[in-house]
């Protein structure tokens, strides 16, 4: 967990402030990709690991330092292990432990 955040601000440093909804539930419709109103963990780990994939130049999975933006924490992160957190951040960010986030719970920082 200890590299997800920091690798999540990068990624998310690379899209343009215009490009973010100014609504919650614009926020959660992002994610719902079968239009439910909630979010099952794998649409989050889905939409969250685009920006993995976007930055993974040769396609192997792996973010070696050249991949990635100059910085202090230049080291190679596996997409596993970054999933691996997207699901623990989940399970912390499911308040109500139902399995799914809701737009409230998905507001809010994780747990």
């Not at 919650?24 to 990709?33: C, Q």
């Not at 963990?41 to 920006?51: H, I, K, M, R």
Request: proline letters at 9%.
């Amino acid at each position: 967990m200890r590299h997800l955040l920091p690798l999540l601000t990068v990624l998310c440093a690379t899209a343009h402030a215009s490009d973010y909804p100014t609504a919650v539930s614009a926020y959660l419709a992002r994610f719902d990709r079968d239009g439910d109103g909630r979010i099952a963990p794998q649409e989050y780990v889905d939409y969250l690991s685009a920006g993995f994939h976007a930055m993974d130049a040769n396609g192997d999975g792996v973010l070696q330092p050249d991949e990635l933006p100059p910085g202090p924490r230049r080291l190679p992160r596996t997409l596993a292990a970054f999933q691996a957190d997207l699901r623990a951040q989940f399970r912390r960010s499911d308040r109500n432990h139902d399995g799914f986030l809701s737009a409230l719970e998905l507001a809010q920082p994780p747990g």
